[in-house]
């Protein structure tokens, strides 16, 4: 059965929030002004940051459909550890005083809130048919890195799992591959910390989706037909980094872009000390290079950070 259609045309997807609540204020601000009909959050909403309960309460206020972390797993079902997937000791060490953090700065209501999240969600945007999950569709802290992830790998996941757009966040670093027409996948970023790039910007994820034309029989066998009808590119959105994936030839347009978000990283930082959260939570705040849980990074994506 097919997903649910989505009556939108310009939706937005964050995740890995890591308790900065700043952020998430700033980005509801920054969705308000950009006309964004449908935000989802792709999950870990603690770790990292100050006071983890304010994440929780702003998404349970607005209503924003959440899909659930392997911290949000964790937290609610009160788990040893945060399932973040490292193998390294000294990133096991961070993720340890991080999770212990939270777990205890956590209230028990949020808590059940947090364990009965869903794994996935699925809807239809025009005629794509599109998975949220945090790490994978099989596996919810499965780190898929732009670098180390085939087409092939991507192909089965679309096939096995049946859909043509696949959003998650686990990594925290944002890239986005389209191995073949119509068939996405996207990793939204994080808004929790920096992308290890040196600015002190966090990311989320835009799509616009144009599908007007599918309403029109002529118009959809002209846009399918005509190689001369070319869709003109929009310029991104204000702050945006990337633009990409239009579809020329089928009746709907995609425009995926990725939106650098600012926030008070200031106050955050300020909060993160006076929690006596570690220093080097902290510099990454400050610095927008990642200090800790480096180990697990390939090697491109390792070189791209200065730790
Ligand atoms: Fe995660």
Known sequence: MLPKPLNAHRIAFFGGVYSNYLALEALLEDARERGIERLYCLGD???????????CDILRETGIPVVQGNYDNSVGNGLADCQCGYTDPRDNYFAKV?????FRRT???????????????????GPFRIL????????????LWETTTSDAFLNWLFKRYHTDIIVGTHTGLHWH???SPGKHFI???????PPNDGQRTV??????ADYAINSDPVAQQSARTDPHRRIARRAPPKGSTKTSAYHDNLPCRLQIDFVRLTYDHDRLATEMASEGLPDEFIETIRTGWW???NEILPAKERRRGIY
Do not use: Q
């Not at 991080?98 to 939270?102: G, I, L, P």
């Not at 990311?203 to 616009?208: A, D, E, K, S």
């Open 177 to 179: 591959r389209e191995t």
């Open 291 to 293: 200090t800790t849980c």
């Open 132 to 143: 949220l999950c945090h790490g994978s569709p099989r596996k919810m802290n499965e780190f």
């Open 203 to 208: 990311v989320y994820t835009v799509i616009n």
């Open 107 to 125: 209230s028990s209501e949020n808590k059940t809130w947090l364990r009965n999240l869903p794994a996935e969600l699925r809807f239809r945007l």
């Open 45 to 55: 909403l603690g770790a990292f940051g100050p006071l983890p309960d304010r994440a």
């Open 187 to 193: 990793n939204c970023g994080a808004i929790g910390r």
């Open 98 to 102: 991080s999770y212990d953090y939270t």
